[in-house]
Structures are given as structure tokens and as C-alpha cells.
């Protein structure tokens, strides 16, 4: 059977899936604030939905691959976990999420990812951050080691 991992954008806009073959993780229950995508989860988890734990190991392979393409500063922790989770059913699931970063990642590690609401990412992307002052390029952080400005995230190359 094949399984929705289900991010948080399922609840909060409402996707139509069978709940019976939902599966997602409990900090996407905690990130539901409205009446209605707390209304959708209770609804599907009475109709089979079900919330788990992704395993240590999967997080650790999701931090790996989001490292390699440097969307590790944009995943939270609830990211990580959804592809954790996403990761262990990986051959029989499908993930749902409009998060672009996350769908990068899911695209790296052979994911099948379908948006909910937002379009697909058309291309995986490798990233850097350039400063606003100097122009240097660097791997990560938000403000430049050598003049102080402004880090922004640009597209490095495609996968």
C-alpha cells in the first residue's frame, strides 16, 4: 500500500487524502494552529491517520543530504523530521509538502514528493550565500566573516 507522509500543509489547506493511508509526525500536529487544520488532523486520526516518531538514523541521513545541498539553515526541526519519516517509507510513500527546501531534499535522497497547495520545484538546486558587500561567497551564515554585511542565500548550480 502506498502511504502519504503528510506535512502540515495537508491540514492546513486540506488535501482529500484517505486518511487510512496518512502518516505524519507529531511536531506537525504541534505546528497546527487554526480551528480547521486542527478540525482536519482530528478527523483523519479518527479515520486511521497515524502520527510517528521518524527514527535517529533517518534524521541523521536527512541532515547529511541537506547539508550537501546546503538547505540545512532553512529545515527546521519539523522539516527534518517529515523527511525522516518520509525517508523510512521511502519505497511505498509519497510526501506532501509545499516547502521548497524540503522538496529539494526529498528530490536528493529519491523521494516522491507532491505538492499540496504550491507548484513543484522544477530543478534541485545546490546553494551558497554571497555577501551584499564584498560579493564573496561562502557555505553558510548570515553575516560575512570578512566585511560584516549581509549574507544572501543564491542558487549555486543545479543537480
Known amino acids: 500500500m502506498e502511504y502519504y507522509i503528510a506535512d502540515s500543509a495537508v491540514f492546513i489547506m486540506g488535501a482529500g487524502i484517505e486518511p487510512h ?3 505524519t509526525i507529531p511536531s506537525v500536529v504541534n505546528e497546527l494552529k487554526s480551528n480547521e487544520a ?11 491517520a497515524r502520527v510517528e516518531m521518524p ?21 527546521s526541526a519539523t522539516d527534518i523530521d517529515i523527511l525522516a ?12 509538502t509545499d516547502d521548497y527546501a524540503v522538496q529539494n531534499v ?8 507532491r505538492p499540496v ?14 555577501c551584499v ?4 561567497y561562502f557555505d553558510s551564515g548570515d553575516v560575512c566573516p570578512v ?5 544572501k542565500k543564491r542558487r549555486k548550480r543545479k543537480i
Not at 536527512?62 to 545541498?69: D, E, L, Q, S
Not at 519519516?85 to 506532501?96: F, G, R, T
Not at 566585511?147 to 549574507?151: D, R, T, V
Open 38 to 48: 486542527s478540525m482536519r488532523f482530528e478527523l483523519a486520526r479518527e479515520n486511521g
Open 21 to 23: 493511508r496518512m502518516i
Open 133 to 136: 558587500g564584498c560579493r564573496r
Open 55 to 75: 527514527a535517529e538514523n533517518f534524521r541523521e541521513d536527512v541532515m547529511n543530504i541537506a547539508k550537501k545541498t546546503r538547505d540545512c539553515e532553512e529545515l
Open 106 to 113: 526529498a528530490r536528493v535522497m529519491g523521494i516522491e514528493v
Open 147 to 151: 566585511c560584516g554585511s549581509a549574507l
Open 117 to 130: 497547495a504550491q507548484k513543484r520545484i522544477k530543478d534541485v538546486l545546490v546553494w551558497q550565500k554571497q
Open 85 to 96: 519519516k518520509a525517508l523510512e517509507y521511502k519505497d511505498n510513500s509519497v510526501l506532501l
